[in-house]
Each structure stands twice: as structure tokens, then as C-alpha cells.
């Protein structure tokens, strides 16, 4: 190996597998904190009042009111009952939505975090914040937004229903097939994102069948972990500027759309990154794009933008402001390409095959 390297390793303690979730008790005290507030959803509040109930004393209330993409106006309202509650940590309860208010709160006061995840999207061990204010999502990366704690704990998401289960482990999949051709990748992330991908290929074969079955939500919890881990890692490209773009600018719900634009966005890159993808392209027999497409089609996700609320009249603007700013990506940006490409992840058409290359090999 010939290979020149920096791999930057984010710091954080993983706890992981059935029953774990016992143990956060121990981990509130071990964070030096006495009051933790619980966060979550409004449909999982269920949940995170039985969590208040198990954390007896060391809990200092719930705050049951985390959205998708973390509006700011939620999180000062968060903040008010954070110190109201005199609380001195945060437990997010959940998935994205909820990490992302946990995350919010830990960039302005500091608070330390636990994450007990709930889904497959990997939010918990990035230190990337994306949040909205006025319609419009900004990212934000600050070694304080990364949780201190994460517990994986697959009893938790026996009954995440299965459609989300698809998208979110779609979504992972996503910052992993980005990382492979990422330009700051490593030997270390590259290894991770392969096995994220295939923990999850298999593991989400098995949980459209029987969501119930806790070694393949075990599996799809350990790819999730692998597949965040690299989004926290390594720097992303065209696949999450679409779907910032789709989600902050048209709401559109952040699972699917990864799910559905992923196929399409792997094809964009698949003769430029060939190489780099083809490990991941071999997982789903041999083409990126079009694996990637009939594998999300054999777990019933859903597969056009259309089918969300999105009018076929927009994908000009989204288009336009997906080509704005130029970044980094591993075929350069082209316009026209990209429409086409919204188009088809619009109608929910497989992904052409593309024979041109247009960056170097
Ligand atoms: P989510 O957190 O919005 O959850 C979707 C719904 O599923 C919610 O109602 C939630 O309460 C419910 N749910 C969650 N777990 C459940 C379970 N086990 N059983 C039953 N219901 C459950 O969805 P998500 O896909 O996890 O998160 C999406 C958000 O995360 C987006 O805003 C996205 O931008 C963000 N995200 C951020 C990062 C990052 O690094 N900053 C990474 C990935 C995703």
C-alpha cells in the first residue's frame, strides 16, 4: 500500500446489543451529570416517559417535541425547558429527528449527550448538525455536536415499522456509498463502508419479513453504526446535496428521500468513481445505480419523489439550486445531468446506464 492518509478518529463510547439500554443509568453518572433530560418525538413519547420512569431521580423531565430537520424555534423552546428543569445532560431518544434536537441544545450550552437510536440513519456519532430556520437547512460540523454516548439496543426497534426501516437503512447505505469515493476516504473508512452496506443489505432481507427478528435488527443496527460513522469521517457529495436541497427547500421527508435518490445519484458517479464503487457495486450484482434501484424495488421502498409531494414543475429551482455553489464530486456537476437525473428519481424510473466518463479514471 502506497497510500497517503490522515484518519481522524472521532471520539465517543458505543454501547451495544439487547438489554443494553439498561445500563444509561450508569451512563448519566459516568458523564459526571445528575439530571438528564429526555428528548423525543411526539410518538415516541410513550417511550421516553417509561425512559424518565426508568432513570428515577437522575431524570430531570422529558421534552417530547423533536421534528425533522430541527427547526430552531423547537430547539429554544427545548432549551427553555432544558434549564427550566434545571437538567445538566440530554438523552435523545429516537432517531434523526430526535439526535438532531439533542445535537442542537449540545452546540449552544455545551450539555452532554446519550443517544439511544432508534433508527438506521447514523446521526449519533457525527458531529454534524443540520438544522432549519426561516425554510432554509444549514449544516453545521463542531466536535461539540458529537454525543458522548450512544447505546444500541436492538429490542428498541423491534417495532420501528418496516417501511421505515427500508428508508433509513436506505439513508445509511447513502453517507456509506458516498464515502467510498469520498476524496479525504482512508483505508479505515473505505473498510467500513463496505461492511456497513452489506450488514444492512442482509439484515434489511431479513427485517421485511420479520421485523421481529432481533439478529438481523442487531446486524442493521451494527451496519447503521458503521455506515454513520463514515458520514462523520469523510466528506460527502452530489447524493447529500440533493436530498439537503430536497428536504430544505421543498420539505420533503428526509428517509425517503435518500432512499429514492440514491440509486440515481450512485449512477451519476458510476463511471467517474468506478473503481471505488465497486466493491459496494458487487453487493448488488455488478451496476451501482441499477442495483441499488432493484434491491430498494425488493424491499418495497418507495422509489419516486412524485409520490411526496413534489410538483414535476419544481425540479427546475431544485435543479438550479442543486448546481449553485459548485462542490466537490467525483463526475463534475453538470446541470442538465442533474435534471435528468431528478427527473427519472421523479417518475421513479430505473437509472440508465451511462457509458460516457467524464472525469479521469
Ligand atoms: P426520524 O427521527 O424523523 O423518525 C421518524 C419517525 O419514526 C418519528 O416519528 C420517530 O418518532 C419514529 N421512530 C423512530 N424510531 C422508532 C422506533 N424504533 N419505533 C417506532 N417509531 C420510531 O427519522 P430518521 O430517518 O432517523 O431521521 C431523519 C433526520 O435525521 C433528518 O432530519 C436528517 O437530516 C437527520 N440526519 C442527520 C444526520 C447527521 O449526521 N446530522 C445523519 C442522518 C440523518
Not at 455488478?286 to 434491491?295: A, C, K, M, R
Not at 414535476?312 to 435528468?340: C, F, M, T, V
Request: aromatic share 6%; hydrophobic share 45%.
Amino acid at each position: 500500500m502506497n497510500e497517503r492518509f490522515t484518519y481522524d478518529i472521532n471520539r465517543g463510547r458505543v454501547l451495544f446489543g439487547a438489554g443494553m439500554l439498561d445500563t444509561i443509568g450508569e451512563e448519566v453518572e459516568r458523564l459526571g451529570a445528575r439530571r438528564a433530560l429526555v428528548l423525543s418525538t411526539p410518538a415516541q413519547r410513550g417511550d421516553a416517559a417509561r425512559l424518565a420512569t426508568q432513570l428515577g431521580a437522575r431524570a430531570a423531565g422529558t421534552f417530547c417535541e423533536a421534528t425533522m430537520h430541527t427547526p430552531v424555534d423547537v430547539t429554544l423552546k427545548a432549551m427553555t425547558a432544558y434549564e427550566a428543569a434545571n437538567a445538566d445532560c440530554v438523552i435523545a431518544f429516537g432517531g434523526g429527528s430526535t439526535i438532531g434536537l439533542g445535537k442542537a441544545i449540545a452546540w449552544r450550552n455545551d450539555a452532554p449527550q446519550i443517544v439511544v437510536a432508534t433508527t438506521y440513519a447514523g446521526s449519533e456519532v457525527t458531529p454534524i448538525l443540520g438544522q432549519t430556520e426561516n425554510g432554509l437547512k444549514t449544516t453545521v460540523r463542531d466536535p461539540k455536536i458529537l454525543p458522548e454516548v450512544v447505546i444500541y439496543d436492538p429490542l428498541l426497534t423491534l417495532e420501528l415499522p418496516v417501511a421505515m426501516s427500508v428508508t433509513s437503512g436506505l439513508n445509511a447505505m447513502a453517507h456509506a456509498v458516498e464515502a467510498v469515493y469520498a476524496r479525504d476516504r482512508n483505508p479505515i473508512s473505505t473498510l467500513m463502508a463496505i461492511e456497513g452496506v452489506r450488514a444492512l443489505r442482509d439484515a434489511l432481507r431479513v427485517i421485511v419479513n420479520e421485523p421481529r427478528n432481533i439478529a438481523a435488527r442487531s446486524a442493521a443496527l451494527y451496519g447503521s453504526w458503521l455506515c454513520g460513522t463514515v458520514l462523520g469521517t469523510v466528506g460527502m457529495a452530489l447524493h447529500h446535496k440533493l436530498c439537503h436541497t430536497l428536504g430544505g427547500s421543498f420539505d420533503l421527508p428526509p428517509a425517503e428521500t435518500h432512499a429514492i435518490v440514491l440509486p440515481h445519484s450512485a449512477a451519476y458517479n458510476a463511471d467517474a468513481a468506478r473503481r471505488e464503487l465497486k466493491p459496494l457495486a458487487d453487493l448488488f450484482g455488478g451496476e451501482i445505480g441499477e442495483g441499488l434501484y432493484d434491491f430498494a424495488a425488493s424491499l418495497g421502498a418507495p422509489l419516486a419523489l412524485k409520490n411526496f409531494g413534489l410538483n414535476e414543475s419544481q425540479l427546475d429551482h431544485a435543479a438550479d439550486l442543486a448546481a449553485k455553489n459548485p462542490y466537490w464530486n467525483p463526475r463534475p456537476i453538470d446541470r442538465g445531468a442533474i435534471r435528468e437525473l431528478l427527473q427519472r428519481a421523479w417518475e421513479g424510473v430505473r437509472p440508465e446506464r451511462r457509458t460516457s466518463v467524464e472525469a479521469p479514471a
